[in-house]
């Protein structure tokens, strides 16, 4: 039986941090879908329909719509979001939960085996972590506890504490680096029955950031997203998924 792959979320599971030469983003996803057809030997059908910057009514509706439509039906879905939500000031987490237990029961309803993922946890070097990381551990508390309800494959990268050190993360400190999403991949493809060994980097010599990096980091990374705040834009406007039909891995 052929495996249909269909990934939804935000820049997470779009590959953002994971930059390929020519300025593509890969990302986990993609490496899981070339990972399954490696260790099945089956054909792989993959489609991406991961926006960068997404809430997670947007994926859970919108994306959601438009992976089950994909013709062939997929056999396999991949659900992760609530990472912007969280970084937003009022965000309702309870609100997240349902919108996760909908996406689960239409899966369900629609026969696709569903695999749920927490991101991983940025909070270390942000500014704001812990609130981020408090409302993090909230959401995937709740999100594992509908995994288990459920009898759902979780791969929970939040508790991850490997993945927090900063040989897994890019400059811009939100988004994982090529290592990052190797990681989670090598983590979702065990999870689906696959066994290979956690994909792991040298941990990083201990040292302080210089006042000077701190200034530069702020300048361009922060500022930028205090502005898009500021005037209602989010990195994903303009953008659709970039595998919005079926390719082979």
């Known amino acids: ?120 946890d940025p909070s270390d070097r942000l500014p704001f972590g812990r609130m981020i990381r408090r409302r993090g551990t909230e959401l995937t508390v709740a999100v594992a506890r509908l995994a288990a309800r459920h009898d759902l494959v979780f791969v929970d990268m939040f508790n991850d504490r490997e993945i927090r050190g900063p040989g897994y993360w890019s400059p811009d400190r939100l988004h994982l680096n090529s290592d990052g999403h190797r990681r989670v991949a090598s983590r979702v493809l065990a999870a689906l029955g696959h066994p290979v060994t956690a994909h792991e980097v040298a941990p990083a010599p201990p040292g302080r950031r210089s006042v000077l990096e701190e200034a530069r980091y702020y300048r361009e990374h922060v500022l930028p997203w205090l502005n898009r705040r500021v005037r209602g834009r989010s990195s994903g406007d303009e953008r659709t998924g970039k595998h919005p039909a079926w390719v082979m891995p």
């Open 1 to 120: 039986m052929d495996v249909r792959y269909v990934a939804i979320g935000d820049s997470f599971t779009e590959g953002v941090g994971d930059e390929l030469a020519d300025g593509t983003s890969r990302g986990w996803a993609d490496l899981v879908a070339s990972g399954l057809a490696s260790a099945t030997g089956e054909t792989v059908r993959y489609a991406n329909l991961a926006v960068r910057g997404r809430l997670l009514e947007p994926i859970a509706t919108t994306q959601l719509d438009a992976a089950l439509a994909l013709s062939p039906a997929p056999t396999l879905l991949s659900f992760n979001g609530g990472g912007n939500d969280m970084m937003r000031a009022g965000v309702d987490l309870a609100g997240l939960v349902r919108l996760t237990e909908r996406v689960i029961l239409r899966c369900a309803d629609a026969g696709v085996r569903l695999v749920l993922l927490s991101g991983a």
